[in-house]
């Protein structure tokens, strides 16, 4: 969604709020206006503007067979589909797990979910964050198998790559950008204090999630800059 051209953060924060408006084990259709999504969205001039930005993400949704939309009048009854993309309908993650857990005989499951705690709207930090911190915020919640422990998470860039399909600029700017909120703690650690001397032993950055951070209200807090002012020099020996 994100690599799919112009639009693509609010593309995928449109379908996540799709999916968390879903309340029953399969789909019910949304009748919601678009500058309704918009204001959710923060996006500017959501009457018209904003409404073009999320007609616009709603046909590339349906395009690509994320979604469903029966065209009625004045609004658009959006039924969501499933996540992968092949405009199959959707299930429930837990009911689609508990199904499979009953039916299938192969030791790896398909259907292992996340889930994403309301806060994630209801404080607005779907609408404060970009669509490259959102893609990270899920990826690490991925890694973490949900907002349980705290567990040092990391993954190179070739993971980001291949397991999410994240470029390094996301990452690099994903992760920025989630410290800047509160929501991630980034620390130093080595690879295996085992292995290494500590003459020698080579660094990485790990993150850590703040799922209590999802509980305030969004912000983005730069980072204050150091501004280096010149040492003003005295008068010199030989000045009158």
Not at 84 to 107: F, H, L, M, Q, V
Not at 179 to 196: S, Y
């Amino acid at each position: 969604m994100l690599r799919g051209g112009r639009g693509g953060q609010v593309r995928l924060k449109l379908y996540l709020s799709y999916l968390w408006l879903q309340k029953e084990d399969s789909a019910r259709e949304l009748a919601i206006r678009h500058s309704a999504w918009a204001t959710l969205l923060d996006l500017p001039d959501p009457e018209k503007a904003g409404a073009r930005r999320i007609s616009d993400a709603q046909a590339w949704l349906e395009e690509h067979r994320f979604i469903d939309v029966r065209r009625t009048g004045r609004l658009n009854l959006v039924t969501v589909l499933d996540e992968n993309g092949r405009g199959e309908p959707w299930i429930a993650p837990g009911a689609a797990a508990k199904r499979e857990k009953e039916t299938s005989d192969i030791g790896v499951l398909l259907h292992r979910y996340i889930q994403v705690p309301e806060t994630f709207w209801t404080r607005g930090h779907i609408a404060v964050l970009s669509g490259a911190a959102v893609a990270m915020f899920l990826a690490l919640l991925c890694e973490n198998g949900g907002l349980g422990e705290e567990v040092p998470l990391w993954f190179s860039p070739r993971d980001a790559e291949g397991r999410f399909a994240l470029s390094e600029d996301t990452r690099s700017k994903g992760l920025q950008e989630l410290g800047k909120a509160g929501l991630i703690t980034t620390k130093r650690r080595p690879v295996n204090e085992t292995d290494f001397q500590a003459e020698a032993m080579y660094m990485r950055n790990v993150h850590f999630l703040r799922p209590e951070r999802l509980a305030e209200p969004a912000a983005i807090v730069p980072r204050r800059r150091v501004v280096k002012v010149p040492r003003r020099r005295g008068p010199s020996a030989d000045s009158e």
